[in-house]
């Protein structure tokens, strides 16, 4: 019986037109990893701003939005909206494959899912509507690029992340990129993707190499270790460092035109946001929004840092 | 200096935080094809109607819809809208590789660029800066898993559209979905996606073969015309047909249980809207949108048909 109602809420949403939408009561549960590091703490920032932008525009939209610190807890809070009577689910889970079954039980439920950044193994229509995410491919490819392009003959300290598919996905584009160039990678070790651990493999390349020109390390929470690592050390070979995210921190090296930070590579956590948006829009003006989305891992500059510039954000 | 003026435009559009987004005067092209047939009326009546709903939700948005007949008209109606100082385009072209140039010399213009449908041969960040289509391989694998799952042993007539790569790519989708099944192809004629083409190539079969299981067509204008010829020839043997697009008389008739068209897969004109939504979402709300969204050839049934209804649109 609560499948059915919930089922007609959703197709009754869906089917008024355009003209009284504004006036239309819909539910959104938004279930997202608690902030345990920069890039969630930025996914929390971006579903609060955008479902408060949204709710302003909708005066009929509700958006609930849950952090959980882990996938058990996560699933818990499923059921918890669920029980709520959303009409949709925007799910950056914090771990996919063991969240499987609590996200098809929502869905099961005539819920529209849409699934952010993180797919289970098996991503299809069976688990979500809509799947939102960024190109780890994209994002080492970027930067290789950019590396090749600006330093033909460069030299690179690569420090990765952790031994997942992610870090393989972003290490293969980038190895791609450079191939058949004159870039050498000097060494290529893991620094899980934290601080320190980035701070102290960078401590073991300055000491290992007396020249690096440039460091690639995928991501802005490691680069933040990197520039520390380089500034004790006083090195003054190393012309700048390749990134991955759009931090705050970093959009605003960029913006400045700090020399050792010229670019960064985007992949955003503000894609909550964009997430929230096209499932807004399916509810609310009945555009096709089921599908697979695949933002660009685009090169921020100088020039259009501005656009991915966020002051009020943790991240 | 108009370069500088529009790209601050842009770029200060994007910059300003959601609170006071409301106000934001921006100007947004959408340059589509003109009716000149069902699916293209359907993307002018979705145009208009989503470019309504979001101008009532932003007092500052203008949005100008211009269609036009052929490629050269839509390079110069690109021009036009360029000279009225748009922040941004939506464009379904109408022949894409012809109309490259023009688009790039208004991308150059620091004018953001949402292509919908219709790829260029060279389909980069060069060209656009988001890309939102149809899947045409899914197209055809929809259909043809449908078929085998109701009809394992189906002999199937397919009626195909005009001898260019989205046909082919329909059909290895369908290809793939059937191999290995007792399913059986009993002729495949090209019908050009044409309604008139396809009666014929319909009133072929129903002389050729005595007994026909069920029809692929691929399309509902197409579907019109093999439901046509089969009305004429007053033939009871075949169960059903399954054409795609989503038109407004397909997806009534999956709705009223017609026997005839139990299903429909989309291929929605209002993926316009939606191509639209992402834009207005990246200048009102500073989410990230460039990149690739290729929407799901969804399975309409009777159940999900509502969804997919417009009463009010030509197609």
């Not at 090749?148 to 992610?166: N, Y």
């Amino acid at each position: 019986m609560r499948k059915a109602l919930i089922g007609l809420t959703v197709a009754a949403a869906m089917l008024a037109g355009a003209a009284n939408a504004q006036d239309r009561k819909v539910t959104i549960g938004v279930s997202i990893p608690a902030a345990d590091h920069g890039w969630t703490a930025g996914v929390v920032f971006h579903a609060q701003r955008v479902a408060k932008a949204l709710m302003a525009r909708h005066p009929g939209l509700n958006v609930i939005v849950k952090t959980s610190p882990d996938a058990a807890t996560q699933a818990n809070a499923l059921e918890d909206l669920a029980t709520q009577g959303i009409g949709a689910l925007v799910i950056l889970p914090s771990d996919p494959d063991p969240l499987v079954n609590a996200i098809k039980r929502v869905k099961g439920k005539g819920v529209f899912v849409t699934l952010v950044d993180r797919a289970p193994s098996n991503n299809d229509n069976s688990v979500r509507d809509l799947y939102v995410a960024g190109n780890n491919p994209a994002l080492g490819a970027t930067a290789g690029e950019y590396i090749k392009s600006r330093t033909p003959d460069a030299m690179v300290a690569v420090i990765r992340g952790l031994p997942i598919p992610i870090d393989q996905q972003r290490q293969d584009g980038f190895d791609k990129a450079i191939a058949g160039s004159n870039v050498k990678v000097l060494g290529k070790q893991f620094g899980n993707w934290n601080r320190d651990d980035a701070f102290k493999v960078m401590q073991d390349y300055l000491t290992k190499f007396p020249k690096i020109d440039v460091v690639w390390c995928q991501d802005d929470d490691m680069a933040v270790g990197v520039l520390q690592a380089i500034a004790q050390a006083k090195r003054s070979d190393i012309q700048y460092v390749v990134a991955g995210a759009g931090s705050k921190d970093m959009v605003k090296k960029v913006l400045d035109g700090d020399k050792l930070i010229p670019v960064d590579v985007l992949y955003p956590p503000a894609m909550v946001g964009t997430a929230l948006e096209l499932t807004v829009a399916s509810l609310y003006d009945q555009v096709p929004v089921r599908g697979s989305y695949i933002l660009d891992a685009t090169l921020i500059t100088k020039e259009n840092a501005k656009e991915f510039y966020f002051p009020d954000s943790p991240f």
